[in-house]
């Protein structure tokens, strides 16, 4: 198990427990200035739940005004309106509501559909005693509260302000709710993971972004607006910028065209926050029209001229995006290509189901697709040739690129050519490697362009067309089964995706190979990662803590290391507390130096203890053979040694068989015990003098599973062909995570096995339980505990490596992991009541923060 692991999970868990401890405190958001609250019910759709929450509110201007209310759009609440409440403040009665989940009103509520926040805005009117009719404005998202309060209650609405406001379903987003539904869908599930799988301590309740914000877009269904407009009979003034890009201007004109009775005016420069940053342009206008409603002058549904009742009558024909305006229509293209940036072959996909959708024609589309992954490749393609090694150590490249992947895609371009660029195109995973070394390689770059903008046309229309022809008829299916559209829409994203990550990759033997490491990896727990395998243990731990009143006794388990060997402990100490015993191997600590010095002493080391080549070095404080290296020349020290920043452990390299010995003894007790045995098989290959080294890892059953990592490890190796029967050890280190094989070893467990375990551990005063790595000759040399030289010992977090074995269930290896832990805290607890001082859990917090290191398997 990870030495931090452990740590850090348990201190992520308790502070997410205690943010959501707080957050169940703050029920409420931040209200305005001058704000004040009142109760309302809470709405579900158009049923009460019984329960009643919280209004913010603001009330400024003439009491004796008319009565205007404020609605604001999404995800910023009312506030967003203080601009415009201040231009019109003078002139009309002002009521400015934060809709519920927004600003100083109760966040967490059933229901954030424009519905529900409807009824609330009639009972708010209610509880303030306004008799009379009321003006509604709506921003934006408060536009279709608008709409609901006069569908609900038409009587009680003199007229409507809608200022860029939602309104037909068919000019919302992609034109589609089926579509609309799934990317809001994604959006709520992405923030409800960070808000509610994040300590926060009620932050992102309080950020405008947040998923109470992507609940009222879910929540809310646009498709009965169109009929509700088709209702309505006051007056209606729409204002809307023409460059809005979030709700076009065509939605207004169609609204206009709905509502004959109703006033238009375009904003021209004017864009969907006009009224936030310019409200004087608005208020004027507003103020006028209210007036003119108060006196009668504005005209109804009734007054309106005989033309455009007509017109508004007329069937509505689909929008088609060619009509659209050129700004939308290139402003659905600029998103398209900044998506390639991300994935590629997902947003060829997502442009096709839009294609199916008739939300953009089929050749933009591609174009923008095309130009996207142009640009995006050749700026790789360039970062490699202007900037080459030093890129791969910044961001983002260094997430997304390793040396090794480079140095390959070089030897594949010098021996393939250009004519790799075609074929990395078909191939999902191998582009980025290759297009970066063609550029850090010089190949010829008008050739790349010429080779590369083949490939990217033939397969940019063939997936984006696919994605066309098969979303098409399935989208349409959706449409007659509402309640499966976004469940079905998710499962054809998926379905193309697969098509592209698993279909393509099965038309050929490494694709295959490929795709068989990765099932391993995912279907044999052995592999799994630990956020995956570990959190029952977790829960144990947390148990065993409960049980024994303490977090850290069992740190106490082993008073000779520090914090009982939980993380950070030097090895050079744990060897030092051995002893100078021949079963030790033989070592010396290399102390931080220039890289000449660290040479000499190494040198040193090796001519006193009479050593040669090949010597193992590996960092005094590590962890899971993270930076363990056996190196077989002076040369290999000389770079490993100068490319260190910490001090370094050399040691006599032991050949023979590897295996972990996991040893405890209670303090009250003479005797100690074997808790379990871990037989660690260093796998490697065996050339035929035809395959590749990396295809020989790619056919063999045991390395295949991790072949990513060998492979990468092989670096340019990769590509050679070893002799027939030539041997080529793989790992060296006898570390799972690293691919060594672990075996159930407990069946070589000997009583002179554990007598010998026994001397080495007694000599070691304070220490009762932990695992040693060991090398011997000969299995029968171990059973007979003889002939052992000891690597390491590792502490109180070290791990029963044995479960690891293939043959092994979950089940049993949860099990050797439960009692693993249960008797660390018993010792942990025996060691205590002697008077030993268990780590506080500070010090474990500054010793995980100060270790810095991912996780990794033992």
């Known amino acids: 198990m990870s030495r931090v692991f452990l740590g850090l999970l348990c201190i992520g868990g308790v502070l997410l427990g205690i943010s959501h401890l707080v957050r169940l405190g703050i029920t409420e958001g931040t209200a305005p200035k001058g704000a004040a609250r009142m109760p309302v019910s809470e709405w579900n759709r158009d049923e009460k739940t019984g329960r009643q929450v919280q209004l913010a509110y603001r009330q400024a201007g003439p009491v004796d005004g008319p009565p205007v209310v404020l609605l604001h759009g999404s995800p910023v609440a009312s506030v967003s309106l203080t601009p415009l409440m201040d231009e019109l403040g003078g002139e009309v009665n002002l009521i400015v509501p934060d809709l519920p989940g927004f600003g100083g009103s109760t966040l967490r509520v059933a229901d954030y559909s424009t519905r529900s926040h409807a009824r609330n805005v009639i009972e708010m009117v209610d509880r303030l005693g306004i008799d009379r009719g009321v003006h509604l404005l709506g921003y934006s998202m408060g536009g279709g509260v608008a709409l609901q309060v006069a569908n609900l209650v038409p009587g009680r609405v003199d007229s409507l302000i809608l ?49 109470y914000y992507a609940r009222n877009f879910f929540d809310t269904d646009q498709r009965p607006f169109r009929g509700y407009l088709q209702d309505l009979e006051c007056p209606v003034l729409l204002v809307h910028g023409q460059g809005d890009v979030l709700v076009p201007v065509d939605a207004a004109r169609e609204h206009h ?134 890129a791969l150590k910044r961001a983002p490249l260094k997430w997304m690129l390793k040396p090794s992947q480079v140095e390959r895609g070089g030897l594949f371009f010098r021996r393939q050519g250009p004519a790799l660029v075609f074929a990395t195109r078909f191939v999902p995973g191998t582009r980025l490697p290759t297009y970066f070394a063609s550029g850090m390689f010089r190949a010829p770059f008008w050739r790349f362009v010429g080779w590369f903008l083949l490939a990217a046309a033939v397969w940019t229309p063939l997936l984006v067309g696919l994605a066309r022809w098969i979303g098409g008829p399935l989208l349409a299916w ?83 290391i520090p914090q009982g060997g939980f993380v ?39 001519d006193e203890a009479g050593l040669e080549y090949p010597i193992v070095l590996k960092p005094d404080v590590g962890e899971r053979g993270a930076g363990v290296r056996v190196v077989a020349t002076k040369e290999m020290a000389r770079e490993y040694l100068g490319s260190t920043k910490e001090a370094i452990i ?134 007979s505990g003889a002939n052992l030289k000891v690597l390491e010992l590792n502490g109180v977090t070290s791990e029963s490596t044995n479960i690891y074995d293939p043959k092994n269930g979950l089940i049993h290896a949860y099990g050797q992991l439960f009692r693993q832990w249960r008797i660390a805290f018993e010792i942990g607890a025996q060691n205590a009541a002697r008077g030993v001082v268990p780590a506080r859990l500070s010090e474990l917090i500054g010793l995980i923060r100060a270790s810095g290191k991912a996780p990794s398997r033992g």
């Open 568 to 606: 950070m402990e030097s090895k050079s100490a744990i060897l030092r507390g051995l002893g100078e015993r021949e079963e030790i191997a033989t070592w010396r600590l290399i102390p931080l130096a220039s890289s000449q010095e660290m040479v000499r002493d190494l040198q040193a080391f090796m």
């Open 257 to 390: 065209r709905l509502l004959p009775q109703s006033e238009l005016e375009i904003l021209d420069p004017g864009d969907h926050i006009t009224v936030i940053r310019e409200p004087e342009r608005i208020a004027p206008g507003v103020v006028d029209f209210v007036q003119r409603v108060e006196r009668g002058e504005a005209l109804g549904r009734a007054e309106a001229p005989a033309g455009r009742v007509q017109l508004a009558a007329e069937p509505y024909e689909r929008h088609r995006p060619e009509q659209d305006s050129w700004g939308f229509l290139l402003t659905m293209m600029l998103l398209l290509a900044l998506a390639t940036f991300v994935t590629e072959d997902l947003t060829c996909i997502s442009a096709g189901l839009l294609v199916a959708r008739g939300a953009i024609p089929f050749w933009p589309a591609t174009l923008a697709c095309l130009l996207g992954i142009f640009v995006g490749d050749m700026l790789l393609y360039l970062a490699g040739r202007w900037i080459g090694p030093p």
């Open 478 to 560: 959706f449409e007659q089964f509402e309640r499966f559209a976004l469940l079905g829409l998710v499962a054809v994203i998926l379905l193309l995706w697969l098509v592209i990550k698993i279909g393509v990759p099965l038309c050929s033997h490494r694709g295959r190979r490929l795709l068989l490491s990765s099932w391993r990896r995912k279907t044999r727990w052995e592999f799994w990662p630990m956020a995956l395998f570990y959190p029952p243990v977790i829960l144990y731990v947390c148990w065993l803590a409960l049980r024994h009143r303490s977090l850290t006794v069992f740190t106490a388990a082993n008073p000779a």
């Open 650 to 783: 050399a040691q006599a390299y032991i050949a023979g068989r590897e295996y972990g010995v996991f040893y405890y003894c209670y303090p009250e007790e003479k005797e100690g015990r074997i808790l379990s045995i871990t037989d660690k098989r260093l796998i490697g290959v065996t050339g035929d003098g035809e395959r590749t080294l990396e295809a020989l890892v790619l056919d063999d059953d045991r390395a295949v599973c991790m072949a990513p990592f060998f492979i990468d490890q092989l670096g340019v190796r990769a590509a050679e062909i070893p002799r027939d029967g030539e041997k080529v050890r793989l790992t060296e280190v006898g570390t799972h995570c690293r691919g060594a094989l672990f075996l159930d070893g407990n069946g070589l467990a000997t009583e002179e096995l554990r007598k010998t375990m026994e001397d080495l551990s007694r000599g070691y005063e304070g220490f009762y339980f932990g695992r040693y790595d060991i090398r011997v000759p000969s299995e029968a040399d171990l059973q």
């Open 163 to 211: 200022i860029s406001s939602i309104g037909v379903q068919e000019l919302e987003l992609l034109g589609d709710y089926t579509l609309n539904h799934a990317v809001h869908g994604l959006q709520l599930a992405a923030l409800t993971v960070l808000q509610e799988g994040v300590p926060h301590f009620g932050t992102l309740d309080r950020f405008p972004v947040n998923r």
